[in-house]
T-cell receptor, first 115, second 112 residues
C-alpha cells in the first residue's frame, strides 16, 4: 500500500505571496490532518478534514485554510505569506472513524521557505 | 489546552545502552497516546497506546502507558547508532477528531 504523499517537497516563496500544498492520504483513509513544524514551536496542529468537512481547527490565523476532496486528497493554502510561515508542513492520514482508535501516518512533508 | 511534556529533552548514550524516554500529559479528554520517531524527515509511527498497563513491543522498542499517573515511557534496549533521532509523543483527544497534541520531543544520540 502506498504511503502518504505530499507535493511539492520543497518550495521557496516571497513575502505576500500565497501557496497551495497538496496531500494524498493512504488508500482507504478518510481523515487528513495538517501540522506545522518549526524548531521553536515543534509540531502544531493546523486542521483536520474528514469526508470533505473540517472537523477540528488549531490556533492559526485565517490566512491558513484547507479543503478536502471527495477522493480524500487534501490541500492547504496559506495566503499573504510571512517570514514566520517558513516551516515543514506535514500531513497525516488515518481511517478517522470516531469509533475505535486508529494509527496516524505522516507524509514526507513540504519544506516551505519564505524570503 | 492539554500539555504534553517529554523528558529528557536530549540524551547521549553509547551503543548497547538501554534508554528510557518519558512522556507526561494532562488529561481532560484523553483517548490515546502515540509515539513517533523522527529523523531528518517525517515522523515514523512507532506505537499507539490506549489501555493502561499494556506493553506494546516491537523488537528492541517497547512502551507502556499509566493512565492513573498520566505518563508513558518508551524503552529502547541495546541501542544502535541507527536509533539516533528525535522521539515524539502525542496525545489524542476524545471528541471525534484526529487532532494530536505533541510534546517537544527527546533528541537521542547514540554514539558508537
Amino acid at each position: 500500500k502506498a504511503g502518504v504523499t505530499q507535493t511539492p517537497r520543497y518550495l521557496i516563496k516571497t513575502r505576500g505571496q500565497q501557496v497551495t500544498l497538496s496531500c494524498s492520504p493512504i488508500s482507504g483513509h478518510r481523515s487528513v490532518s495538517w501540522y506545522q513544524q518549526t524548531p521553536g514551536q515543534g509540531l502544531q496542529f493546523l486542521f483536520e478534514y474528514f469526508s470533505e468537512t473540517q472537523r477540528n481547527k488549531g490556533n492559526f490565523p485565517g490566512r491558513f485554510s484547507g479543503r478536502q476532496f471527495s477522493n480524500s486528497r487534501s490541500e492547504m493554502n496559506v495566503s499573504t505569506l510571512e517570514l514566520g510561515d517558513s516551516a515543514l508542513y506535514l500531513c497525516a492520514s488515518s481511517l478517522g472513524r470516531i469509533q475505535g482508535d486508529h494509527e496516524q501516518y505522516f507524509g514526507p512533508g513540504t519544506r516551505l521557505t519564505v524570503t | 489546552e492539554d500539555k504534553v511534556v517529554q523528558s529528557p529533552l536530549s540524551l547521549v548514550v553509547h551503543e548497547g545502552d538501554t534508554v528510557t524516554l518519558n512522556c507526561s500529559y494532562e488529561v481532560t479528554n484523553f483517548r490515546s497516546l502515540l509515539w513517533y520517531k523522527q529523523e531528518k524527515k517525517a515522523p515514523t509511527f512507532l506505537f499507539m497506546l490506549t489501555s493502561s498497563g499494556i506493553e506494546k513491543k516491537s523488537g528492541r522498542l517497547s512502551s507502556i502507558l499509566d493512565k492513573k499517573e498520566l505518563f508513558s515511557i518508551l524503552n529502547i534496549t541495546a541501542t544502535q547508532t541507527g536509533d539516533s533521532a528525535v522521539y515524539l509523543c502525542a496525545e489524542r483527544w476524545q471528541g471525534g477528531s484526529e487532532k494530536l497534541v505533541f510534546g517537544k520531543g527527546t533528541k537521542l544520540t547514540v554514539n558508537p
